[in-house]
């Protein structure tokens, strides 16, 4: 079973940010939280991961609160390019395997 | 540019047939994955191998065979094709075990 919850699907204005959250409450210290975005017929695309800092890339900023149960991803400025279905996954605590969710489909509105 | 490349990216097969998807990366990668996923859902593990010669079941991995004779390589064998099979089947590579995955463009899968 996947370790995370997320919402099954969030809208966003074109130009604002779009925040996506996850809840992980049964992560462990070791593990770490990765997201993942496919657009549709795609193969997924990694966007950024962390352990309990909070990271940014040029894609992503991702906040991880202090008990680590639960993160954000934040896209700063969502373009339509950006409607996905995104996904949090906690790497496996077994031969770090990743354990996929349903993940939330974001859909990005001009 | 390094990739990884499936292929076929379709394929239409008939129940018991043996069918074998083939998945090619030129990253150099260590760690190689298959998943499939089905319609409205997540992907799941079929199959892994973290080097030349090794292979590890996933969760889904009944009906599946990999096999890794070199770095680039790691085909997925259906020894008897069944229409639950029916799925878009996912390759991806990985450098060091945890860190970000690439993955392939896919193969749609539909046995009749």
């Known amino acids: 079973d996947a370790k995370t919850t997320q919402p099954p699907s969030m809208d966003c204005a074109e130009g604002r940010a779009a925040n996506l959250p996850c809840n992980h409450s049964?992560?462990?210290?070791?593990?770490?939280v990765y997201w993942y975005r496919q657009i549709h017929s795609q193969g997924p695309q990694y966007i950024i991961h962390g352990l309990k800092n909070n990271e940014t890339n040029e894609m992503a900023s991702l906040i991880i609160t202090e008990d680590r149960k639960s993160s954000t991803l934040i896209l700063p400025h969502a373009t339509l390019r950006d409607t996905a279905v995104y996904y949090c996954?906690?790497?496996?605590?077994?031969?770090?395997?990743?354990?996929w969710g349903a993940g939330t489909k974001l859909i990005i509105k001009p | 540019d390094a990739e990884i490349t499936q292929s076929p990216r379709h394929k239409i097969t008939e129940t018991g047939r043996q069918v074998t998807l083939a998945c090619h990366q030129t990253?150099?990668?260590?760690?190689m994955f298959w998943y499939r996923q089905d319609l409205g859902h997540g992907l799941r593990l079929i199959h892994y191998s973290y080097g030349v010669q090794d292979t590890n079941k996933g969760e889904v991995s009944d009906g599946y065979s990999v096999s890794r004779s070199n770095t680039e390589d790691l085909p997925l064998t259906l020894e008897s094709a069944a229409s639950s099979q029916t799925s878009v089947y996912f390759c991806?590579?990985?450098?060091?075990?945890?860190?970000?995955?690439?993955f392939g463009q896919g193969t749609r899968l539909t046995v009749v």
């Open positions: 990253w150099n990668h260590n760690n």
């Open positions: 996954i906690v790497r496996g605590d077994s031969n770090y395997q990743l354990i």
């Open positions: 991806a590579s990985s450098h060091l075990v945890g860190t970000e995955a690439f």
């Open positions: 049964t992560i462990s210290g070791n593990e770490y």
